[in-house]
């Protein structure tokens, strides 16, 4: 292990920490502020909803394979049926995993 | 008796929540013994830093020869989201010291997984919970997967890359409750997927939340001519 692997890794976990408690002690700011505690739970859903539709379709900068796109979307409509957690990730996996073998 | 049923359903929930970061996690510890990595380093990483996209692109960065400096900072990108989370779920948790321990356990699943829930008691405790089972799972998957090393199956053959987004589909289809709500949020992918090839790893997601905007704008500009 080189010492500045070992820093880096200090840095990222430091720094990983600060942005989580930063965003904790945020709201304290921002409170009193109706409008945008609506906004920025607005974002928190359109940024789920970037990171679902991304990790989905794309590996890093490529596009991801058939298999995982329709192992989302079959897991998605298992969602939409309103069926359990565990049932929606099983049809995600499973599917994803099946199709790969064909 | 409603009240039970909801409890186990919350339980079901977060054990497979918990039990795909598990797996997720003994991917990742094949993959960073795959690079050589030792297995304490592995275990401290995912104890201290806890956010899984972001610790594949540092142990990626670094396996591929990448400087450490810049390992970091694609790395935090990732993270930068969690600041966000932070600002909405702290209104269901506490002030004060175990706001400490709180800020660690943020994440997607538990900020999606708490805002998902009716009211702001059930809200910290689904998150609260929920972040426990996952700072377990993720250093535990990580750990046993540097140990089995080249014996984990890849992965893909385990269909385990289309089990998280789906999650989160899962949970946003619990949380959009009205049609402005969702054309945003479908807006918002669109412009994600749209950049995705062009922009560094993470920051795509952020470039979603530009559909906000105009809205912010219109809000800014009514409160000019009041």
Redesign the interface.
């Known amino acids: 292990?080189s010492t500045?692997?070992?820093?880096?890794?200090a840095?990222?976990?430091i720094?990983?920490?600060a942005?989580?408690?930063?965003?904790?002690?945020?709201?304290?700011v921002?409170q009193g502020t109706e409008?945008l505690?609506r906004?920025?739970?607005?974002?928190?859903?359109?940024?789920?909803?970037?990171?679902?539709?991304?990790?989905?379709?794309?590996?890093?900068?490529?596009l991801?394979?058939p298999?995982?796109?329709?192992?989302?979307v079959l897991?998605?409509t298992?969602?939409?049926l309103r069926l359990?957690?565990?049932v929606?990730?099983l049809?995600?996996?499973?599917?994803?995993?099946?199709l790969?073998l064909i | 008796m409603i009240a039970h049923a909801a409890r186990s359903?919350r339980a079901?929930?977060i054990?497979?929540?918990a039990?795909?970061v598990l797996l997720v996690g003994v991917s990742y510890g094949a993959l960073a013994d795959g690079a050589h990595?030792?297995l304490w380093?592995v275990l401290?990483?995912a104890c201290?830093?806890?956010?899984a996209s972001?610790e594949l692109v540092?142990v990626g960065a670094?396996a591929g020869g990448a400087s450490?400096?810049l390992?970091?900072v694609g790395?935090?990108l990732l993270?930068?989201?969690?600041?966000?989370?932070?600002?909405?779920?702290?209104?269901f948790?506490p002030?004060g010291a175990t706001?400490?321990l709180?800020?660690?356990l943020?994440n997607?699943e538990t900020?999606?997984y708490g805002?998902a829930q009716p009211d702001a008691g059930t809200g910290r405790r689904a998150f609260r919970v929920l972040g426990v089972a996952i700072a377990v799972a993720w250093p535990a998957g990580a750990a046993l997967g540097v140990l089995l090393g080249r014996s984990v199956p890849d992965p893909?053959?385990?269909?385990?890359?289309?089990?998280?987004?789906?999650?989160?589909?899962?949970?946003?289809?619990g949380?959009?409750r009205d049609l402005r709500?969702g054309g945003?949020?479908?807006?918002?992918?669109?412009?994600?997927?749209a950049v995705?090839?062009?922009v560094a790893?993470g920051i795509?997601?952020?470039?979603?939340?530009s559909?906000?905007v105009p809205?912010?704008l219109r809000?800014a500009w009514r409160r000019r001519r009041r």
């Open positions: 292990m500045p692997i070992l820093a880096a890794a840095v990222l976990a720094a990983t920490y942005i989580r408690y930063a965003g904790l002690r945020a709201s304290e921002l409008g505690a906004q920025m739970d607005l974002g928190v859903i359109i940024l789920l909803a970037a990171i679902s539709a991304t990790s989905a379709l794309f590996d890093g900068h490529d991801a394979d298999a995982r796109v329709a192992g989302v897991g998605g298992a969602a939409l359990p957690l565990v929606v990730v049809v995600a996996g499973v599917s994803a995993a099946l790969r | 359903r079901g929930e054990a497979s929540i039990g795909s990595l030792p380093f401290l990483l201290t830093v806890l956010g972001s540092f670094i450490p400096v390992a970091v790395a935090l993270n930068l989201r969690n600041g966000l989370y932070g600002v909405s779920v702290a209104r948790l002030r706001r400490l709180d800020a660690h943020v997607d900020a999606a805002l893909s053959s385990l269909g385990l890359d289309a089990v998280f987004p789906a999650i989160l589909l899962a949970m946003l289809i949380v959009v709500t945003l949020a479908l807006g918002g992918a669109a412009a994600a997927v995705t090839p062009v790893t795509a997601p952020l470039v979603a939340l559909v906000l809205g912010m809000g």
